[in-house]
């Protein structure tokens, strides 16, 4: 039970007609399943709730075919037979006590319909403002429009409210919802009864509550999702908020906030850190009668505390942090605050749904693969026949890899080379912005230090004879990578012409603590993080950066993560020069000769030195000459190569490989059969549509 010190987060609290166990608040967050992976979906929430979160939300859910995004997987509520999934999400959300809430969603002028195929409908309208600049335009709503939309969000609450739902979330935040959009005069420039003042501007919400009050007769709570602020010269400012608010504050049952743009609400651990929209919600609480919740990427309890005890907010609310760790409320409660897995806010959650993959989490490697692999963050399978592993390399493979294996109850042998275990982890801690990065390897040694089971061997390099004479019964090697300095990636696919007298740098050599001066060509051809984490140590090294990409902007794949703008902005502040669609083409011994990716036209730039940000080679020479010799004659059962030292990737994919090389050692082997459950759509005996005369 929790003592003093957190009891607070522990009191019950009321939410209109509803009463939530504690305050732990998982807000809505999307996750690449949606309507294609239910039962994935569902055993994500299921396996939260087991956690002990008071609320769980769903993501969001659209409403109507008028208004989807594709191409994102988001989850349905477009007929009554979307229910039976939506049901049996809310069944298992509420299996251990937790309210269960469905986010609704109308997108309006962010809904493209290139699913639908319907013409999109906004408050008023113009291009749709999507992150893919579809090429098409929503028409304004009239009053027709909109008395259908109110009955398409009645049809929505009746929904809600039979798939078993105990709130309801209406979205008008992060620009996504069509709520904010009558809000918000950069998106409301109507003239009517729902355009110009800001109590015009609030008309259409105050008849969705009042619906949604009147569907659900009152036995479904009403949380109301805004944003804290949008920014720009008409945008719903956070004084405007304020406004609203004090003249609403009955509204809603609970007040869900958060802030502006999802870019701006779900920055990465690099540029906001815990609890960064305070400012924008401190004082609101004494605007309004009901409770207020709001996010922060909250991991520490005795922040959250300081939330609640400040009058800061009612619940904690936490979206990655419920990620990274679904028992963190559970383990507050039961005061195992060392055993927290802290989430590093490195947005590759994110990156599932904006890539319309499967979300996946550096730090809980479980995330999304509940249903569909059997994993569960905090239990796992017993050992199968075999007694002993020996890992090689302790970097985020090996060290997920050994933690797994020994809380299955093998006898664990961990080596590394490094006087440190944690491998890129800890080198890339070391860099601007990304100490977070090294609780990957934190959390992991802390569950590893008090296991019996379990030998850590650092400073301690293995050569094949010393793998063969262990006496292990299973071999794994996670070795890691190296990067390549000779501008190989995905544009050059062959070493470029290079002299010997220009000095060239890989970030390998910068995290070495080998840094350049004077003026330096950075060659960007990863399109990640770590470019622009270089380039801001070399400017505060007193270098001139020459920041040059094939792409046609900076750090092109942290569009996934949400951080690509913030990055190049960041840059350019610094004083960074940016040559866009540009690549080497030659380094000589005094300058690098670029050429345009679109014309082939030639420039060059004077160089003192060039950093080469581009592939990375596998260090998998041990593997290799293991298995060479005769590790089976040896008595070794199986030999297996893992994370980067088998694919380079970012590290979520290594703590990964290191998860399923541990859950997978002694099973059968599957053969081609899949390797994760999925679901297959059934098809439905439905008459065919003829074409009207």
Request: hydrophobic content about 40%; proline content about 6%.
């Amino acid at each position: 039970m929790p003592g003093n010190r957190y009891d607070i987060l522990f009191q019950p609290m009321r939410i209109g007609p509803k009463t939530a166990k504690n305050r732990f608040y998982q807000v809505p967050h999307c996750n690449g399943g949606g309507y294609r992976d239910p039962s994935a979906v569902v055993e994500m929430r299921r396996t939260k709730a087991e956690g002990g979160w008071g609320v769980i939300f769903t993501e969001q859910t659209e409403i109507h075919p008028t208004s989807e995004i594709t191409p994102f997987i988001e989850q349905h509520l477009w007929d009554d037979r979307d229910i039976p999934a939506l049901a049996r999400m809310a069944e298992a959300m509420k299996s251990h006590g937790a309210l269960a809430g469905i986010q609704l969603a109308y997108s309006g002028i962010n809904g493209p319909n290139l699913y639908s195929r319907e013409v999109p409908l906004a408050v008023s309208g113009g291009p749709i403002l999507t992150f893919t600049s579809d090429p098409v335009q929503a028409r304004t709503m009239d009053r027709e429009d909109i008395r259908d939309l109110r009955r398409w969000f009645r049809n929505a609450f009746r929904r809600s409210q039979q798939a078993g739902f105990d709130l309801i979330c209406l979205y008008g935040a992060h620009g996504f919802g069509i709520l904010q959009h009558f809000l918000s005069r950069a998106t409301n420039q109507r003239s009517d009864e729902y355009g110009g003042s800001l109590e015009n501007r609030a008309r259409f919400l105050r008849e969705i509550v009042e619906d949604a009050r009147e569907q659900t007769r009152g036995e479904v709570a009403l949380s109301l999702r805004l944003s804290l602020h949008e920014g720009g010269a008409f945008g719903f400012s956070n004084a405007e908020l304020r406004d609203f608010i004090e003249m609403h504050g009955d509204l809603p049952d609970i007040w869900d906030l958060a802030n502006g743009t999802w870019e701006a609400c779900s920055g990465t651990s690099r540029f906001k850190p815990e609890g960064a929209q305070e400012e924008l919600v401190a004082g609101i609480k004494a605007l309004t009668p009901k409770p207020v919740v709001g996010v922060g990427r909250f991991t520490s309890p005795d922040a959250m505390v300081r939330q609640i005890r400040a009058g800061i907010l009612d619940f904690i609310g936490a979206a990655r942090p419920s990620i990274a760790d679904p028992f963190l409320p559970k383990k507050i409660e039961e005061g195992r605050i060392e055993d927290i897995r802290e989430c590093i806010g490195c947005n590759i959650c994110v990156s599932g749904d904006m890539t319309q993959g499967i979300s996946r989490c550096t730090q809980n490697t479980a995330f999304m693969e509940e249903w569909r692999k059997g994993w569960h963050p905090e239990r796992m399978h017993p050992k199968g026949a075999s007694d002993s592993v020996l890992i090689v390399g302790a970097g985020p493979a090996g060290l997920e890899a050994a933690h797994i294996l020994a809380k299955r109850g093998y006898a664990v042998t961990l080596a590394d080379a490094a006087d440190k275990m944690g491998g890129r982890v800890l080198r890339e801690a070391a860099l601007p912005g990304l100490s977070a990065w090294k609780r990957v390897a934190d959390y992991r040694l802390g569950q590893l230090a008090p296991l019996p089971n379990a030998q850590l061997f650092p400073a301690s390099r293995m050569t094949p004879e010393d793998i063969l004479g262990f006496g292990a019964d299973h071999v794994c090697i996670a070795t890691g990578s190296h990067w390549r300095r000779d501008a190989v990636a995905r544009l050059h696919l062959h070493p470029i012409p290079t002299d010997a007298a220009m000095p060239v740098f890989t970030p390998d050599d910068l995290m070495a603590g080998l840094v350049p001066q004077g003026r330096v060509t950075l060659y960007d051809d990863d399109h990640f993080y770590i470019g622009s984490v270089l380039a801001e140590l070399l400017v505060a090294r007193g270098c001139e950066v020459d920041y040059v990409t094939p792409a046609v902007k900076v750090a092109e794949w942290a569009d996934n993560t949400l951080e690509q703008a913030t990055i190049q902005r960041r840059l350019m502040e610094l004083g960074v020069t940016l040559h866009l669609s540009k690549a080497p083409e030659a380094v000589g011994a005094d300058g690098v000769t670029l050429g345009c990716t679109w014309t082939g036209r030639q420039s060059r730039i004077a160089a003192d030195a060039v950093l080469m940000v581009t592939a990375r080679r596998p260090d998998d020479a041990l593997y290799h000459a293991t298995r060479a010799l005769d590790w089976q004659g040896a008595g070794i059962k199986s030999l297996k190569l893992i994370g980067d030292a088998a694919a380079p990737a970012p590290i979520a994919w290594a703590t990964y490989a290191g998860r399923r090389y541990a859950e997978e050692l002694d099973q059968p082997d599957r053969g081609d059969a899949l390797s994760f459950r999925r679901e297959i759509a059934g098809l439905l005996d439905l008459p065919a549509l003829t074409p009207r005369d």
